[in-house]
């Protein structure tokens, strides 16, 4: 089974950068899913952040985040890397990689993600 573990967060100011890692361990490759980032702040809704299919070139961003995050990986590696620059206090929160789902159109249902990590905390001061 497919095991997931994000790190690279921390405490940042605004308009600092940070690039969070999900390394997936375990046995993947020849597997379709795609892999997203979604954050959640205490008592509020976890909602998805960016997401790309595994192996493959397509994107997709929460608005919030267009021109700021960018969602790659090294396939090769195991490794998802979300890259945040701009940041803004509002983008304070637990950052999670998550895995699962096939079909790129239903990418931002979250219910289709089956393998989550641990995650790791974002904080941006003003």
């Known amino acids: 089974q497919v095991q997931l573990l994000e790190s690279g967060g921390g405490s940042v100011q605004s308009g600092g950068s940070l690039r969070l890692s999900c390394a997936a361990f375990?046995?993947?490759?020849?597997?379709?899913?795609?892999m997203g980032w979604f954050r959640q702040v205490p008592g509020q809704e976890r909602e998805g952040v960016a997401y790309v299919p595994s192996g493959g070139d397509s994107t997709y961003y929460l608005d919030s985040v267009k021109g700021r995050f960018t969602i790659s990986q090294d396939y090769g590696k195991g490794t998802w890397y979300l890259t945040m620059n701009s940041l803004k206090p509002e983008d304070t929160a637990m950052y999670y990689c998550?895995?699962?789902?096939?079909?790129?159109?239903?990418?931002?249902?979250?219910?289709?993600?089956?393998?989550w990590g641990q995650g790791t905390q974002v904080t941006v001061s003003s």
């Open positions: 375990g046995y993947f490759y020849g597997t379709d899913f795609i």
């Open positions: 998550a895995a699962g789902g096939t079909l790129w159109s239903n990418c931002r249902q979250e219910s289709d993600y089956i393998t």
